[in-house]
């Protein structure tokens, strides 16, 4: 039986920070610990002294982290980044997916292996859930463009919906455009002219 | 010419402008290359970004090339320097408070000598002073330690440099977690414009010619893909030709102010471009010269005696070999491709591969291809200098 590591997660999303302390959980059992405060993050993480600290790719506060990658005392443990290791394919999919890890040095890969696939897949569901999200948002958006500018066609040319749906579909085709921009350039002009 | 695709990464910042000029204007599409640009989060990603092959080039602090070159902070990796993206362009600020205790003490706030600022910084911090700067390994770092360590602070011992992303700084100061911090445009601006602090001096009071961000690549890259480097390296080289005019400016902070860059009011950027920079919240105005240079006085040339002089001062403060660390950070700024690659666009290209760092007191005419080249000022406020050949 192993000794148990230590993981610090810095994420300040409450909720995904759950989500991942909960996968990792399933990769068996060490002491997951949640920072959500970015003010003095690395003095937090040094006070936790971790084995692993992961962070999201994409949060502005992994430079801070960098601090841990120099060894400034004779106590203090050098932590790798992670792409320096020898397993240069699980770097690139974790970068990919998302995570960063630092990771102390001489920690064994093996070790290390079944922590970053569990981080990695929740990662991944993180980044479908968002793209999901996205186009949700964007679909939203356009059709309230869209029907904005059948509502200036109905009052400008007193024609019924359909019809004025029918002349923004046309034009786009004409002008091999997509119905939603044509939309936009619509309303924008009419703001301006109103 | 077909054109070819190229994915570079940058940090939203104005000395990314080489890249956003030569993508807007058009120099890059002259040269053959459509440029893909993509904002990365940190300098950390951007860096992984690089050597992972998901980016090709990258705008990057001149020190990290250098670091990695010498395998410090945890990534070993060759990354060549092609070309010197900025010259300068740093401020240091201070907290509102820090402020008013050091003009109670009679401190004037001249954004000029160093070494009145320094002495006058230190006195009024209460204990060492802490000091945010954008990340480890960066021109911030080194010239906070040249400039207090020549002013008798024993550094880096006593002086505490943290990392702090630069919209981050204003949380920092409000939390006590910083006194004065070092970052480059428009965030020390930006510090001004919200109230978080004022500006006590430009990086070039320290060092009127220092080497700020470069045009990283991976040497494997440069090596497998010549033509497409040499493209790019006009494409840039061109850009900071057309941001040395200063007819050009409020275009160019026009295309930077945009959302897809750096999403901060045009105005704001023109001041880092046009050298006069608002200080304080009282609207006072300083003119700086060479505040931030792109291409004036040869800035785009990558002498290597700039990588030599980065790998010296990482090697000291991290017990690593000084001659040894120097001629590896040397190797990687590449005089060589500038050389053969710009010399038919009519670039002024400096004779030597290296230069005295710090020697300059004022404008001189150096030896060039054409023979008129005019360098800018490089001397260092406490009249530091580093000769590469007197290594040993």
Avoid at chain 2, 199 to 216: D, G, N, Q, W
Avoid at chain 2, 286 to 306: I, K, Q, T
Wanted: with cysteine; glycine share 8%.
């Amino acid at each position: 039986m192993s000794q148990k590591l230590s993981i610090v997660v810095v994420e300040p999303d409450r909720e995904r920070a759950i989500l991942i302390v909960d996968s990792l959980r399933g990769a068996g059992d060490h002491k997951v610990s949640v920072i959500a405060e970015m003010t003095g993050l690395a003095r937090h993480v040094s006070n936790l002294n971790p084995d692993i600290v992961l962070i999201d790719v994409s949060s502005p506060s992994r430079d801070i982290l960098e601090e841990l990658t120099l060894a400034s005392g004779p106590l203090e443990r050098p932590v790798a980044m992670f792409v320096d290791r020898s397993d240069d394919s699980l770097t690139r999919e974790a970068i990919e997916a998302g995570v960063s890890a630092y990771v102390v040095d001489g920690l064994r890969p093996e070790r290390i292996k079944p922590i970053m696939d569990a981080a990695i897949a929740r990662f991944h569901m993180f980044h479908r859930i968002r793209l999901e999200l996205e186009a949700t948002k964007r679909a939203l958006e356009e059709r309230k463009v869209i029907d904005r500018a059948k509502g200036l066609l109905m009052k400008a040319r007193g024609v019924d919906e359909d019809a004025a749906y029918a002349l923004l579909r046309k034009t786009a085709m004409d002008q091999g455009r997509k119905v939603v921009d044509v939309a936009e350039a619509l309303v924008t002009t009419a703001g301006l002219l109103s | 010419m077909s054109t070819a695709l190229l994915e570079a990464g940058f940090i939203p910042l104005v000395d990314a402008a080489p890249f956003v000029v030569a993508h807007e204007i058009g120099f890059a599409e002259e040269e053959g290359l459509a440029l893909r640009l993509h904002a990365a989060p940190s300098w950390a990603t951007l860096r992984d970004m690089l050597i992972l092959g998901r980016v090709d080039a990258a705008h990057m602090l001149s020190a990290m090339p250098v670091a990695m070159a010498l395998g410090l902070g945890g990534v070993a990796a060759r990354i060549d320097v092609l070309s010197v993206l900025s010259v300068n362009g740093n401020a240091i600020g201070v907290s509102g408070e820090l402020a008013q205790r050091m003009r109670a003490a009679g401190y004037r706030f001249d954004f000029a000598d160093a070494a009145v600022a320094g002495r006058a910084l230190l006195a009024a911090a209460r204990e060492e002073p802490r000091i945010g700067v954008p990340f480890p390994f960066s021109m911030h770092a080194e010239l906070l330690y040249h400039w207090l360590g020549a002013l008798g602070v024993a550094a880096p011992q006593a002086l505490r440099v943290v990392t702090v992303p630069p919209p981050l700084m204003a949380q920092a100061m409000a939390a006590g977690e910083i006194d004065a911090f070092c970052v480059g445009a428009p965030w020390g601006s930006m510090a001004v414009e919200n109230g978080v602090g004022e500006l006590l001096l430009p990086t070039s009071a320290i060092r009127a010619f220092a080497p700020e961000k470069v045009l990283a690549v991976r040497h494997d890259w440069a090596e497998a893909e010549p033509e497409l480097a040499r493209r790019l390296m006009r494409a840039l080289w061109r850009a900071s030709k057309w941001l040395d005019q200063p007819e050009n400016h409020s275009t160019a902070s026009e295309l930077l102010a945009r959302r897809e860059y750096l999403n901060v009011p045009a105005e704001v950027i023109e001041r880092s471009l046009s050298g006069r920079l608002v200080i304080s919240p009282r609207a006072e105005i300083r003119a700086v010269e060479n505040y931030l240079l792109f291409h004036r006085g040869a800035a785009a040339y990558p002498w290597r005696s700039h990588g030599a002089l980065i790998a010296r001062s990482l090697a000291e403060r991290s017990g690593l070999d000084g001659a040894e660390s120097a001629e590896a950070g040397r190797a990687i700024f590449r005089t060589d491709l500038f050389r053969r690659n710009l010399r038919d666009l009519g670039a002024e290209i400096p004779g030597a591969t290296d230069k005295v760092e710090g020697a300059l007191g004022q404008k001189t005419a150096v030896a060039s291809e054409s023979g008129k080249l005019i360098l800018e000022p490089d001397a260092f406020f406490d009249g530091f200098i580093f000769d590469p050949n007197g290594e040993s």
